[in-house]
């Protein structure tokens, strides 16, 4: 049984093997750690979408983001656009945006609406992009 | 800085994609500035930042190939035991080495102790060429006359990682780009919907990852492994029970408010390139499972690379694959036979003869079935495949001693002279090039270096290996580095 006590922590060093590179952050373009690198490569290609579409840990961050806002905002759907906003783009949501992520949270699904609009903030530019 | 390398700079770069990009990598400053917006309107730099690193990009010259399959046979399989007959070995079987190569180094082997060991293979002539090859590959040598058989192969390194490396990225150490890294960066993705470069792997390689990594070149051209188990590829699957409509009404939420925040910030590409991104990742997850689905394909094309029967199975599916990548837009795709398994690849320290019988028996009838159903689809012409390893083996046993002494009738690695041979895009068949000496040792006749191999693959795609460059660390690299002299595409077509 994994203990999400002990995975869950953030990693100020850690084990790492020279020739294998860790899927995610390969993903993201870190680099070839057989080599000295001055100067990074960005690129924005299709598995970066992917993986944070799909992969299993964005989507249980997702669920987790989802838990965090319910507790903050109660039964508030309102509470949980404007505190999602806050957290994940350090801003308020203009009024458009708000109706939208609103609307999005009124959909009925197999899955749970919160979570999925979690999800949709952690594939926006926004989040990843900072101005 | 010179107009002349000023000239080059621009000319064999291509990743200054925008004006900022080369005034941060000209390091002039703003004495460039004006001298940058002069370029521009000359056409010389791009005005806008190129959005799509994988955008079909034109040849150097015109192509032959359009794709390539690499057929690894990882491990190193016999030269004189599969497509280079020593019929001399046999004569001198037990025998010690002639003194002139009695000091060639070896990883596991003193080659002035092992004695000679004769091939137990039979060879024979076909086609109408009448090259031969022996009875290991009863089936490949029906397809003789399309073969263009590189006898006279050599590199350096006479160990599996460093040789893999050279193989696959013209350079012994780690982290140089791999062979199809540089034709997607030269030449861009032909599909829409699925990776350009892709990789087949039977438990990995014997050198990790690099060997089909993208190195020092950005990381979108490395080759994504198809995975034989589970999904095809990584995060191809949605979330457990979320349904198609519901993660594209998700998509269609992050367009929407993407574009909301694209507004008044159109200068920056990543943004909408990030956007593309989003629509090619949706198109692949369409597109992967109908790629690995080959419940359409015919029983009696199943048949021909052997897939119902289960010796050939595992490397039979790789091929039909391959086949389906090709038709499918993909640019480069290379399969391994064998992998990091000790005893499970063509590593034939011990009893070679048995390890080769059992390797060549899994991929024999489906790389025969590949090269039939590309030639009957018309897909040989543009398609070059090629069939290699890490290195050949030794003509002399292998010097390492079984328990109780005696050696192991095996043979070990053979960087000095082996052979690969090539097929398709445009290549005329029926061909030897080169040859090794008398019990096929070294290459001695014709030499063709990894990099001048390189230099031809590069060639038979249109590209032209000594302008394909990339300025890295200071100076311009190429995956031949400074050989690649030896290039054979007049020879070959």
Known sequence: ?131 | MSTESLWRLLHHSPHYSSRRDFLAHAGGGFGMVALSAMLQQEGLIAAAPEVNPLAPKRPHFPAKAKHVIYLFMHGGPSHIDTFDPKPLLGKLNGQQLPESLRNVRLQFTNAAEAPLLASQRKFARHGQSGIEVSDLFPNVARFVDDLAVIRSCHHEAFVHGMALNLMNTGSPRMGFPSVGSWIVYGLGSESQNLPAYMVMLEGGTKAGPPVYGSGFLPATYQGTVLRDKGEPFLNIRPPAGMSPDEQRDLLANVKWFDEQHLAGRQDDSNLSARISAYELAFRMQINAPELVDLSKEAGETRALYGIDEEGTRAFGTKCLLARRMVERGVRFIQLYSGGLLNGDDWDGHAECDKNHQRMAARVDKPIAGLLEDLKRRGLLESTLVIWGGDFGRTPITDGQLRDGGGYRGGRDHNPYGFTMWMSGGGIKGGKVIGATDEIGFKAVQDPVHINDIHATILGLLGLDHKKLTYLFQGRNFRLTDVGGENNLVSRLV
Do not use: H
């Open chain 1, 1 to 131: 049984m994994l203990d999400l006590r002990e995975s869950l922590r953030r990693s100020v060093y850690m084990y790492a093997k020279r020739t294998f590179r860790l899927p995610m952050l390969e993903t993201f373009d870190a680099p070839d750690s057989t080599l000295s690198c001055a100067r990074r490569d960005v690129t924005n290609v299709a598995p970066q979408a992917l993986a944070l579409m799909n992969n299993e840990f964005v989507i249980a961050r997702a669920r987790e983001f989802a838990d965090r806002l319910r507790k903050l905002g109660g039964d508030n759907p309102e509470a949980w656009v404007d505190k999602g906003w806050e957290i994940a783009l350090g801003r308020a949501p203009s009024a458009a945006e708000r109706a939208k992520a609103l609307a999005m949270l009124d959909r009925p699904g197999t899955t749970p609406a919160l979570a999925n609009f979690c999800l949709m903030l952690f594939n926006l530019n926004e989040f990843v992009y900072v101005d």
